[in-house]
């Protein structure tokens, strides 16, 4: 009897379990289509600031600004890197790290100093302990996020880059596919390479700029740089709820299982108790006739 109670302990404790992710995913169900509407809401602004961008780029010398040259002998470099403040997502936070230390790798090989600039405690815990070379981290920001507080990191890293702290900086964050597909993604910010200018076969725009398209572009460096980063937040969070909705499905389809499985188990367990007793009774009628 022992062991049936056991048996009935744990099928009780696998159903509040199931309970628990069952609340989760529909919890990360619901921040998810809040924050993908926020990212879609962005996505048409990306979209045409990329296009502008695009079209300056294709008319205009690519040396007019220092955010645009390449430097020779890079030496110093950065990388924004995003990750969760919360776990249960399933790989969502190893795939990003996975990247960043294959960059980290890639930067030793060639000797060049690298900082690691932290989005989310997940990435900042893993990287601490391991000793990687950290310039600051961010944690439990993703909901107060605004265009103001990327616009002030932005200006950080363009300080830092005109005066000569780093030569270039990359960011790697997850990139938002479809529910059942998030890309880890590694891009670089600085020097800023603007989109190939878009091929005129009639249908593209012919943008009139005032006072010039090299003002404009100058102008528009900053808030390209701003625009890529605002994305990532956007992103990466919208494939955290992703993540984190389909471990907590998984996770409540395994509970289910394991309940059907301890209950077939409890089942055969409390025939084979019956089978017994009864086998018991009847020897001992048989030992008094």
């Known amino acids: 009897m022992a062991a049936l109670r056991d048996i009935k302990l744990k099928i009780k404790a696998i159903k509040k379990i199931e309970q628990i992710t069952r609340a989760m995913s529909m919890v990360a169900s619901a921040k998810l289509r809040n924050t993908q509407g926020k990212m879609e809401r962005f996505a048409p602004y990306a979209r045409k600031f990329e296009e502008i961008m695009g079209n300056l780029a294709g008319r205009i010398d690519p ?74 981290s961010h944690i439990h920001i993703y909901a107060n996020v605004n265009i103001s507080f990327v616009n002030k990191m932005t200006q950080d890293f363009i300080t830092k880059y005109m005066k000569g702290e780093i030569d270039e900086l990359y960011m790697v964050y997850s990139r938002f596919i479809s529910l059942s597909k998030l890309v880890p993604t590694l891009v670089k910010l600085i020097p800023v390479e603007p989109p190939k200018a878009i091929i005129d076969t009639g249908g593209s725009n012919e943008y009139l700029c005032e006072p010039g398209m090299k003002e404009l572009l100058v102008e528009m460096l900053p808030k390209h740089i701003s625009v890529q980063i605002m994305n990532a937040f956007f992103q990466n969070e919208v494939s955290e709820y992703a993540a984190r909705m389909a471990a907590m499905d998984n996770a409540k389809k395994n509970c289910k299982d394991m309940v059907k499985e301890l209950t077939l188990t409890f089942n055969k367990a409390r025939q084979a108790a019956i089978t017994a007793e009864l086998m018991d009774i009847v020897g001992g009628a048989e030992a008094l006739s």
């Open 63 to 136: 040396d007019i600004h220092p955010l645009l040259v390449k430097r020779e002998g890079v030496k110093h470099v950065e990388l924004l890197h995003f990750s969760s403040d919360k776990g249960l997502c399933g790989g969502f936070n190893m795939n990003n790290i996975a990247l960043c230390e294959k960059w980290v790798d890639e930067q030793l090989e060639k000797q060049t100093g690298y900082k690691l600039n932290l989005v989310g405690r997940k990435g900042r815990d893993y990287f601490t302990k391991r000793g990687f070379n950290i310039s600051s």
